[in-house]
Nanobody
Framework: QVQLVESGGGLVQAGGSLGLSCAAS????????MGWYRQVPGKQRELVAA???????NYGDSVKGRFTISRDNAKNTVYLQMNSLKPEDTAVYYC???????????????WGQGTQITVSS
């Protein structure tokens, strides 16, 4: 009922910048939070950045000071600006949204398909 459409990503040299966006659509009553997580083969998915409906943000330690997350509530869209990219940032990035399901009477986690970001040395 809810779809997350991701855009952005690609191949960038170390020190470069990229922007990611994720738009939620479908049966949306309210969104509690949206954010980005990333994962590399053999490792757990980790938080990159998240933002709540009230505007509170949370960043993974490895991206603090380099990445900035923002939200456009009118468009149900979250944006991630990534600066000073490092090879260690190479991963598949997944959009996440906690959406209230009025039928289930609870918040449900939705995930995007993931987009590959590769940072060359």
């Amino acid at each position: 009922q809810v779809q997350l459409v991701e855009s952005g990503g690609g191949l960038v040299q170390a020190g470069g910048s990229l922007g990611l966006s994720c738009a939620a659509s479908g049966s949306i009553f309210s969104i509690r939070s949206m954010g980005w997580y990333r994962q590399v083969p053999g490792k757990q998915r980790e938080l990159v950045a998240a933002i709540t409906s009230s505007g509170s943000t949370n960043y993974g330690d490895s991206v603090k000071g380099r990445f900035t997350i923002s939200r456009d509530n009118a468009k149900n869209t979250v944006y991630l600006q990534m600066n000073s990219l490092k090879p260690e940032d190479t991963a598949v990035y997944y959009c996440n949204a906690k959406v209230y399901d009025i039928v289930k009477v609870t918040f449900v986690n939705y995930w995007g398909q993931g987009t590959q970001i590769t940072v060359s040395s």
